[in-house]
């Protein structure tokens, strides 16, 4: 696939790294061209057999990963309308209250994947994926040894389709979470991820890894079944173990030293 990516920045590389992983070729698109040139040297010296490029808007495409800030990523879907038409958009913000970090700032009715599709209109299909990974773990499309699931949400199956085929050819997993309207969930979902790095010292590395088994079978019916043994990589691992030893450090009490009974006497 022809790919545009919209905002060369931590999570936009990251994206076009497992773009380029996969066979495709990435168009990185800045206003400012200086900008998206040496973003694209940077890849070619990772992927010298990729096919990198560099432009100041997007361009005729398969598909248009907006990597930008929320505000930002409306603003531009607005101007690219007419060439974002007949393309997937991919949408992978997190309309974060960055001023608090204590909020999201769209409203509890809607998402901004929802709005961009409102925004780009019904020509262009907007796809929720990528607002729940963060660079370090995407630029190798793995964490802690496991691949990277990739949560996407859209209305539209062969758009989804497109996306799930980028995902897998970057050596990660994709889950279906259903419609575009799911994307209310995982923004959500994203804003947690967020808010925990700090207080939970997890400096970024951590992911949501869902099941992918229950006692009945897998959870979902396009993914093969997996060893219930499987090993968590994910964000709830993450914090299990760490309450985990906290809880440890807290009960680890002196043990007391048991000697044996004399044996009663009958008198």
Not at 17 to 38: E, K, N
Not at 87 to 110: E, G
Request: hydrophobic residues 40%.
């Amino acid at each position: 696939m022809e790919i545009n990516i919209v905002g060369p920045g931590n999570m936009g590389r990251a994206i076009a790294a497992r773009a380029l992983t996969g066979g495709h070729s990435v168009c990185l698109v800045h206003p400012d061209a200086d900008r998206g040139r040496a973003a694209a040297a940077e890849l070619k010296q990772r992927f010298p057999d990729g096919e990198t490029g560099s432009a100041t808007a997007a361009q005729a495409a398969d598909m248009t990963v907006l990597a930008l800030l929320y505000n930002v990523t409306l603003e531009v879907a607005g101007s690219a309308r007419a060439m974002l038409s007949g393309q997937v958009v991919v949408d992978i913000c997190n309309p974060v209250d960055f001023a608090t970090m204590d909020s999201r700032v769209t409203p509890a009715d809607t998402s901004a994947a929802e709005q961009i599709q409102q925004v780009v209109g019904t020509d262009a299909k907007v796809v929720k994926a990528f607002n729940t990974t963060f660079a370090g773990l995407l630029t190798t499309g793995e964490g802690h040894g496991f691949p990277l699931d990739v949560l996407i949400a859209g209305d539209n199956s062969p758009a989804k389709a497109k996306v799930a085929e980028l995902i897998s050819s970057g050596a990660m997993r994709p889950l279906d979470v259903g419609p575009l309207r799911r994307a209310r969930e995982l923004e959500a979902l994203g804003f947690l991820h967020i808010s925990v790095q700090q207080p939970l010292g997890l400096n970024w590395h951590s992911h949501q890894d869902p099941p992918l088994t229950e006692p009945d079978g897998p959870v979902h019916p396009t993914l093969p079944s997996q060893p219930k043994a499987r090993r968590s990589s994910g964000l709830a691992t993450s914090l299990g173990h760490r309450c985990h030893r906290q809880a440890t450090r807290r009960r680890r009490l002196p043990r007391c030293r048991q000697t044996a009974r004399p044996p009663l006497r009958r008198s």
